[in-house]
């Protein structure tokens, strides 16, 4: 059967890259994968019932999803079909009532309960238990903020919460107490003399009419040092309270006994708060100033390396905790618990996350020069990528290729070399590799293919069953050890350890460049140093699992491994310096970067070729 009436899909080179690296990923959930393989399927010209056999779905899938690429592209394909509500939400006036409602006592009772309110006002109880969540109210609570049931209430408290979470340009909003000096007159509980040497009181902090008019309340000539401050920092804060007001004009509260200002009037004044800050309170602000971000990552929960374990996204995460001592907390969240598992880059560019750990190969359909800041084909190994990338450029490079979409990156892992493969069959000469099904990815994929091989994309939990009954005739993963967790020496015993492909993996720190200038420099130095230890000790424990896999492979499963042969590698290093010179022909950016990339590697290969060479078979050869 050939492909419905209708249906024609032509993919563009950016299109096909994204999808096969959709296929590719190990950690990208099987709905997605198979949504991919019937698109690129269809666009090679297989038929209905052939896409139906190789996705093992039915033909109605297969045709909604050829529709759906062809009217939404692969953007379509992540997403779920959502249907409209069955009812519509609660409007704002009903959600207004059912808060003023809730903060008066039921009759015989003395709080509501979700089931019984959503009775009297005839919602269900989810209704009633998501208004309740969205304005922070816990009737079963008793210890908490009093709300004052002025009419204005809520019209006055988005006014000066607004302050805040969007305060005007060049304005600093500061708190120094706990509490306000001034209580509100319309109170519920009175409030005792506040105590400025401890900028707190003892009773519940209260919200009412007075309090929303009240933006900043400072009694400079009253407020002392506490014990155990330091003074250099309070002579700073002293230095900002006692100049800053002088310019405000400001109405004396008599009942609170303490300096009011409107609204109007801050806002003029605020210019001049920031002037006088300037001097020597906005380091100590920033500097007490907490962040809390989240990072996304590529790979799914659990996987060694790119997830767990030493020098690992959730190791940054705790390192950064703990070199900031806590002013810098990051949430790290694995592939499909926030968001897809290739969404990272563009979730950091929109700003729903501030980091996205990954390889910034998987954005060679954005950026085909992405992929020289992960691996290059017959590339540098991992000290040479190092020097390129701390102390040659490279960095640079990557910050200018990255700024003009809002982001910059920093290297955070490196799996050391990989290995070419688990083969079937063992590998001779060049005719060996005609006809032959392989799954690989990236560059090293348009490589083989280019020497006859039937290149398959299959992400990481599909490869051994794959291998294993005869559906590919090869597969490259990573190394011994991650190869070993998934069972690869089972389904194959020839084992090619020529890691031409990569010779390194880097892992790739994305950051939103307006969340990185949003911190201070201290934050963005420990977020650096974490991020260098890190690759450091990920290449290290990969060198150190991998010695001990490769072992107990060649030992206990009498894998066979062995290099792949001159003549092969000669003619995969020609092929690979075609497929190169093709990408930068066709990209100004990846023109430079490629440029910049193999002037470095000539000179440190010089180097490398002096230093490493030789040594090498001295020190680990008896």
């Known amino acids: 059967m050939g492909i419905r009436t209708g249906i024609s899909i032509t993919l563009v080179e950016a299109d096909r890259q994204r999808l096969e690296a959709l296929v590719s990923d190990r950690n990208t959930s099987q709905k997605h994968v198979w949504r991919a393989r019937i698109v690129l399927l269809s666009a090679d010209g297989v038929g209905t019932n052939a896409i139906m056999a190789a996705t093992g779905t039915s033909k109605t899938p297969v045709q909604r999803w050829q529709a759906r690429f062809m009217e939404q592209g692969v953007a379509g394909l992540l997403r779920e079909k959502t249907r409209t509500p069955g009812t519509a939400p609660v409007a704002d006036e009903r959600a207004a009532a059912i808060v003023a409602m809730t903060l008066k006592s039921p009759p015989e009772t003395t709080h509501w309960t979700a089931r019984a309110m959503a009775k009297a006002i005839g919602l269900t109880v989810s209704t009633v238990r998501n208004i309740w969540q969205a304005h922070g109210l816990a009737p079963h609570r008793w210890r908490a903020f009093k709300l004052s049931n002025g009419r204005a209430f809520a019209e006055k408290l988005h006014d000066v919460v607004g302050l805040y979470v969007a305060p005007p340009a060049h304005a600093m909003v500061l708190s120094i107490a706990e509490k306000s000096p001034v209580q509100a007159l319309d109170r519920t509980a009175p409030g005792l003399p506040p105590d400025y040497a401890d900028g707190i009181t003892d009773s519940a902090c209260i919200i009412g009419k007075k309090t929303t008019s009240c933006f900043l309340c400072l009694r400079p000539p009253l407020l002392k040092p506490r014990a155990g401050w330091e003074s ?93 001592d806590g002013r810098l907390t990051i949430q790290h969240f694995a592939a499909g618990e926030l968001i897809p598992a290739l969404e990272g880059f563009d979730a950091v560019q929109n700003g729903i ?33 190092n020097a390129w990338l701390y102390h040659g450029g490279g960095i640079d490079l990557w910050h200018e290729l990255y700024e003009p979409l809002g982001m910059i990156a920093f290297p955070m892992g490196n799996t050391g070399v990989q290995m070419t493969g688990w083969f079937r069959k063992e590998i001779n000469s060049l005719e060996d590799f005609s006809g032959l099904k392989m799954r690989i990815p990236g560059l090293a994929g348009k490589v083989y293919a280019k020497l006859g091989v039937n290149v398959q994309l299959l992400p ?39 890691g031409w492909h990569e010779p390194n993996n880097v892992t790739e720190l994305l950051i939103g460049k307006a969340a990185w200038d949003s911190l201070p420099a201290d934050l963005q130095e420990i977020v650096k140093t974490a991020a260098f230890a890190c690759n450091v000790e990920s290449n290290a424990w990969c060198d150190a699992t991998n010695a ?31 497929v190169l010179e093709e990408g930068a022909a066709a990209d100004p950016k ?32 008896a």
Request: glycine share 8%; net charge neutral; proline share 7%.
């Open 232 to 324: 250099r920092r309070m002579a700073r804060l002293l230095l900002l309270v006692n100049r800053a007001p002088t310019g405000w004009p400001r109405d004396i509260d008599t009942e609170a006994n303490g300096v009011l200002m409107k609204r109007r009037d801050f806002l003029a004044g605020t210019a001049l708060a920031a002037t006088a800050g300037t001097l020597a309170a906005p380091s100590i602000a920033r500097a007490q100033e907490t962040f809390s971000w989240k990072m996304t990552n590529a790979y799914g929960p659990g996987s060694p390396y790119y997830v767990e374990g030493p020098g690992s996204p959730t190791d940054f995460c705790k390192k950064v905790a703990a070199m900031s």
């Open 353 to 385: 996350v501030e980091m996205n750990a990954a390889n910034a190969y998987f954005w060679a359909g954005k950026l085909p020069a992405a992929q020289y800041f992960t691996t290059v084909p017959f590339g540098m190994d991992v000290k040479g990528t």
């Open 460 to 498: 990481g939990g599909e490869i051994f069953p794959a291998l294993e009954r005869g559906v590919i005739d090869a597969a490259e993963f990573v190394g011994p050890y991650q190869d070993r967790r998934l069972g690869l020496q089972k389904a194959a015993k020839y084992y090619y350890t020529t």
């Open 548 to 578: 001990e896999a490769m072992k107990d492979l060649v030992d206990n499963f009498d894998v066979i491994a062995q290099p792949l042969p001159d003549a092969v590698v000669a003619r995969l290093r020609e092929v690979t310096q075609e």
């Open 590 to 621: 990846t023109r430079k970067v490629h440029d910049a990339y193999m002037a470095f590697k000539s000179q440190y290969g010089d180097w490398a070729g002096t230093a490493d060479e030789p040594l090498l078979p001295l020190l680990y050869k």
